[in-house]
């Protein structure tokens, strides 16, 4: 295995566990080393510091071991079955919620890769070229921790920097396509899994749906950002007087009226739109139907506005026009869900963001809940920048 070099001091991070090596801490490297090749990483005085992969970038090495040890079909089943059973520990595995995520990247020491599991199948997601590279041993590794599993789907992650001898490879590890539906806290879902958005459902919104249904008794419900229509169904099953859900995506609206005919086929009061979200909160209160002027319940789980720290301030001032437009419009005494998933953007800028809305709306505004990624995505306590779901509760008066 070549050999990487760090600069005199920068070993400083790796000795706090963190697993990233930027580009700017290497003094040198092996000859020849290729991109999502496995290297050692070494101090500049010359002591092991961890095995990663290589990959050209600012991240430049990716630790999957501080241990010298071998990266071989054992190594990837300890750390599978090390997520599995974590998992099985949580009780997020159960016949009516049989998905969840498996490995979530560097919360699960395998920085790079995503497993979701839907039932019988697993889809698998590589975002970093070494763990592209690996796909197959690991997915040989999978099988023998659930063996159970009828279909592994490996689906590229198409921002990968695919080149000459490395393609998008998305396809069958093991089984092939099937209908997929599974169950979430005991509501069925279509999975979406080989054209949908990331792995085809969003997992990490599972403990935050559950808390919707306590708060939809009898109100009138706005799902912004609806995607499958996770928030809509647990909506409706707490007692909703009336749901409408929002994407710009038809594939999404059509999968979210597909999802909730199939877990209340005779149900009447969901509607669901493709349109831009800002267009649909600027015209409540000016439609000439009051169905679209008086939600007092509203969604607000919008895609990552910032994807990189350069985005940040645009991304901030989107959170917030975002907000205040959704509290002005809600009825008095309504209750808000507001998210974000973008890992550039902390809790406390977030918050800051929803703060700026509030007073720009000039309501009273209170914190109710303060919500955050579920167990199953893991944050490694060495890794802060894994924590990258947020979320408020917010009562409008
Ligand atoms: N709340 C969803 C996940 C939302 S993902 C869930 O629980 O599963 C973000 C969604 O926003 C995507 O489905 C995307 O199609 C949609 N989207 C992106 N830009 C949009 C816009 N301007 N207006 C409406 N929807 C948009």
């Not at 796909?135 to 659930?146: D, F, G, V």
């Not at 007692?239 to 038809?250: I, T």
């Amino acid at each position: 295995m070549k050999t990487i070099t760090l600069r005199k001091g920068k070993d400083q991070s790796l000795r706090r566990y963190h697993p990233w090596v930027f580009s700017g801490a290497i003094a040198k490297g092996d000859d020849g080393i290729e991109e999502g090749e496995l290297v050692r990483v070494v101090s500049a005085e010359g002591d092991f510091m961890g095995i990663g992969h290589y990959q050209i970038g600012s991240i430049a090495v990716r630790i999957l071991t501080f241990a010298d040890e071998a990266i071989d079909d054992a190594f990837w089943s300890r750390r599978l079955a090390a997520a599995y059973a974590m998992r099985r520990g949580l009780g997020v595995i159960r016949k009516e919620n049989d998905m969840y995520r498996l490995v979530h990247g560097e919360g699960d020491q395998l920085p790079g890769l995503i497993i979701d599991i839907y039932g019988p199948a697993a889809v698998m997601q590589a975002h970093s070229v070494g763990m592209h590279l690996q796909r197959k041993e690991i997915a040989t590794a999978l099988q023998t921790i659930m063996p159970q599993l009828q279909c592994i789907y490996y689906k590229s992650d198409t921002t990968l920097p695919f080149k000459a001898g490395l393609s998008d490879e998305s396809g069958f590890l093991l089984g092939k396509p099937m209908e997929l539906m599974a169950q979430e806290n005991g509501l069925r879902f279509h999975i979406d899994w080989l054209k949908g958005q990331k792995t085809g459902f969003f997992l990490d919104q599972r403990d935050n749906r559950a808390l919707i249904e306590q708060y939809a008794q009898g109100r009138r419900v706005l799902n912004m950002f609806c995607y499958t229509g996770g928030f809509s169904v647990y909506a409706l099953r707490g007692g909703a007087e009336l749901v409408h859900s929002v994407d710009s995506s038809e594939r999404a609206v059509e999968v979210t009226d597909r999802n909730v005919a199939l877990n209340l086929p005779d149900c009447t009061h969901h509607r669901s739109f493709a349109e831009d979200a800002f267009k649909f909160l600027n015209n409540i209160g000016k439609n000439k139907d009051s169905m679209f002027n008086d939600y007092d319940l509203i969604v607000l789980d919008p895609p990552a506005f910032a994807k990189h720290r350069d985005a940040l301030h645009n991304a901030l001032k989107g959170y917030t026009r975002l907000n205040a437009k959704a509290m002005q419009k809600i009825k008095p005494g309504g209750i808000l869900f507001t998210f974000s998933c973008s890992q550039a953007v902390n809790k406390d800028q977030f918050r800051l963001a929803v703060f700026t809305a509030a007073a720009q709306s000039q309501r009273f505004v209170r914190i109710l809940h303060q919500l955050h990624q579920p167990a199953d995505h893991p944050i490694n306590i060495y890794h802060p920048e894994g924590e990258y779901l947020k979320g408020l509760v917010l009562q409008i008066e």
